[in-house]
């Protein structure tokens, strides 16, 4: 009797504690999905912060402004390490069924990004915005199309540069108002720059070129009159004459003329330049912000000199929108897209970080020629992008970027000589980019 | 003796000058030791570009809290090894260091997607879970637990001291040099542990303080800001050598007892 009673007691103590559970949990659902209807968008946003550290304030301004004029959308900026470390880190979420929703990756990444099937193309997106895409510099956008169709939007781009000392000119009898034109020239500007000691040994290198990566590789050899790649990228051409003239002569500047160190990286370069250590250097126009504000001298800035053409690749990272999100979040990033991208975002994003302008636009702008009064420098990248065409980018780029960068540094070190080199890389790359052969 | 200190001391001088340093200053024809001018803008401009106090909080947390559970399942697993009689155990205990040979990179992946079904993507719980159970100290406390002699346990087992009771009361205290070793591997591990945590946090809630200083990492195009670098890794390991110049002599004082007693 008393445990049935206790239990119905129980049962009834139970019953209503479901009842008011079940009408909590409706409440819930109707306020929840209340609120979701109300509430904006969200937009997860991938980005590399490969300039430092407080450009990535400048990046939270630029969201949190977007994120105020589009009350509909809310922007939440992930930094997530270099552009290795994001593009991973990016890979191994949307593999896992959890892409970012926009990411900032590098523009040659298209082909990784495709192979894995990981992005979804921009054409239809674009083509709802007249005379958006034409407004960007054409030598960004190449790196973008891909079997036919637009997979990025231009960001934080660069451009190949030529730095010099101009106090070192002046002191050495050359025109500081007269950077080298030619190969030839930059052969005889970097002897007369070079500096030694009574025993022979270098105490200014008269020219510093990144030789530590395949950027300014890919400058020489488009300029010897060269092709990086097939339009697919499922072909290399490194036996091909100009090729091998192209390493020739970067060896050359460093073991037959001796008027550059063997290795260098970006930050070495620019760090000896800044230092004094060497009187010119090719860098990237992302180093303009970093050069102006640490050197003590009057320097130049320009574009490279040139061989058979003046021809350079571009570098850098572009915008790209994930597969398998919901079509709104979709439309939600491509709104993002388009708002960072507007002539006055570019030139003030450009201002803040070095980059160039990735709109034509944008070098219209008041803030953006009030600038360029200020520092006449940064109009070399402009001249110098005329020049800037795709950048080298193969199915499984990064490993064909090894093998080049392996085969750099054997040839500056003597190994082999460049051609010999060169066949052999070639032989490597092939078998890497077999699988991808005529897809 | 002196050599030795001056090389291990060199970088860690030349780190806290640049942190004083103004950027003109980093890059001279001469390498200089001293800043010509004392600035300490660069710590000002590293505190607000990152919440250090969640940072180190989490580091913290991640790296303490997870020792303290590995305590737990490694102590048990270890007296199972070390201890106990049942069928396959040799053969688990052979799977189990097996795992030593699987690179962490390679289970990425599959962890990445254990966390994300679990609901504790950017959560410290994410951070550390992969690593509750550890092969090398279940090993290395085995192999601790196989010294104490069997007489000892049968004569603790007379004052009815056994099964976990004994390893609490016993083996535990015995294994002091062995828990020191493996909680300093742990700790350093996951106190400098960088990739892992990159990939499954996104906010400044669950990041420790090596992802957050990747903002400052060096540019690939540019030059690296290294006065704010300097300034922000000195935030970020200043106090935990503080932490271990106090504590010094306990924690050496310790070691040697407990080898002593080992």
């Known amino acids: 009797m008393d445990t049935s009673k206790s239990r119905a007691a129980w049962s009834g103590k139970a019953g209503r504690l479901v009842a008011a559970l079940a009408a909590l949990s409706l409440a819930l659902t109707l306020g929840l999905s209340l609120v979701a209807s109300a509430a904006p968008v969200p ?227 620019s760090s000896d330049f800044v230092a004094g250590r060497a009187a010119t250097m090719y860098n990237s126009s992302g180093s303009l912000s970093f050069v102006r504000s640490s050197a003590k001298f009057d320097f130049g800035v320009s574009p490279l000199p040139g061989y058979r053409t003046n021809l350079v690749p571009t570098g850098g990272g572009n915008f790209y929108i994930f597969r398998g999100i919901p079509a709104e979040r979709q439309r939600a990033a491509w709104e993002f897209i388009k708002w960072m991208t507007t002539p006055e975002n570019a030139a003030r994003w450009s201002i803040a970080s070095g980059y160039i302008p990735v709109r034509k636009s944008a070098y219209e702008t008041a803030a953006y020629q009030q600038y360029l009064a200020q520092f006449p420098q940064a109009k070399a990248a402009r001249e110098q992008l005329a020049w800037a065409r795709k950048e080298m980018a193969f199915h499984n780029n990064q490993q064909v970027r090894e093998l080049l960068l392996t085969a750099q540094a054997e040839a500056l070190d003597e190994v082999a000589p460049p051609a010999q080199i060169l066949a052999r890389l070639q032989t490597q790359v092939e078998r890497i980019l077999r699988p991808f052969k005529g897809r | ?148 002699p069997r007489e000892l346990e049968e004569a603790a087992a007379v004052d009815g001291c056994t099964g976990l009771n004994f390893l609490w009361r016993m083996l535990v205290p015995l294994s002091r040099p062995s828990y020191l070793a493996f909680g300093l591997v742990s700790v350093t591990y996951h106190w400098n542990e960088f990739f892992w945590p990159l990939i499954v946090t996104d906010t400044a809630r669950s990041r420790p303080l090596t992802v957050g200083l990747g903002v400052f990492a060096q540019t690939a195009e540019g030059g690296a800001e290294w006065t704010l670098l300097m300034a922000a890794t000195l935030i970020a390991v200043g106090p935990i050598i503080l932490l271990f110049l106090v504590l010094q002599r306990k924690f050496i004082s310790s070691f040697m007892m407990s080898g002593l007693k080992g």
């Open chain 1, 43 to 269: 937009v997860r946003f991938y980005y590399p912060v490969q300039v430092a550290g407080p450009l990535a304030r400048v990046i939270d301004g630029m969201v949190e402004e977007f994120n105020r004029t589009h009350p509909d959308i809310q922007v939440i900026p992930v930094y997530s390490g270099n552009y290795d470390e994001t593009m991973q880190k990016a890979q191994t979420a949307a593999m896992s069924g959890n892409p970012p929703d926009v990411a900032v990756l590098l523009a040659i990444d298209v082909f990784t990004l495709t192979d894995a099937n990981l992005i979804v193309p921009l054409d239809e997106l674009a083509a709802k915005e007249p005379g958006y895409l034409e407004d960007f510099h054409e030598g960004f956008l190449e790196n973008s199309y891909l079997y036919g169709r637009l997979w990025g939007i231009p960001f934080q781009r660069s451009v190949p540069l030529f730095y010099y000392n101009r106090d070192m000119f002046r002191a050495a009898g050359l025109d500081p108002n007269r950077p080298p034109e030619t190969w030839d020239e930059l052969v005889e500007y970097a002897r007369r720059l070079t500096v030694r000691d009574a025993a022979g040994r270098v105490e200014r290198w008269g020219h510093e070129n990144i030789t530590e990566d395949t950027w300014m590789i890919q400058a020489f050899a488009l300029q010897a009159g060269g092709t990086l790649m097939s339009p697919n990228g499922d072909e290399a051409y490194f036996t091909s004459p100009q090729w091998v003239e192209a390493l020739q002569f970067m060896v050359d500047l460093a073991n037959k003329h001796q008027v550059m160190p063997r290795h260098r990286y970006y930050g070495d370069a």
């Open chain 2, 1 to 148: 003796m002196v050599p030795a200190c001056v090389l291990f001391l060199a970088p860690f001088v030349w780190l806290t000058l640049t942190a004083f340093k103004s950027r003109q200053d980093v890059f001279s024809l001469t390498p200089r030791w001293l800043p010509t001018k004392w600035v300490l803008t660069n710590f000002t401009e590293a505190w607000q570009a990152l919440p250090f106090g969640a940072l180190y909080i989490n580091t913290f947390l991640i790296s303490f809290g997870l020792l303290a559970v590995q305590f737990v399942t490694v102590s048990l697993a270890a007296y199972a090894f070390a201890r106990m009689e049942f069928p396959g155990r040799d053969f688990l205990f052979m799977v189990l260091l097996g795992q030593l040979m699987i690179a962490p990179q390679s289970t990425v992946v599959p962890n990445y997607l254990t966390v994300s079904r679990l609901g504790l993507l950017d959560t410290r719980t994410a951070i550390a879970l992969p690593y509750v159970a550890s092969a090398f100290g279940t090993f290395l406390l085995r192999q601790a637990f196989k010294t104490v």
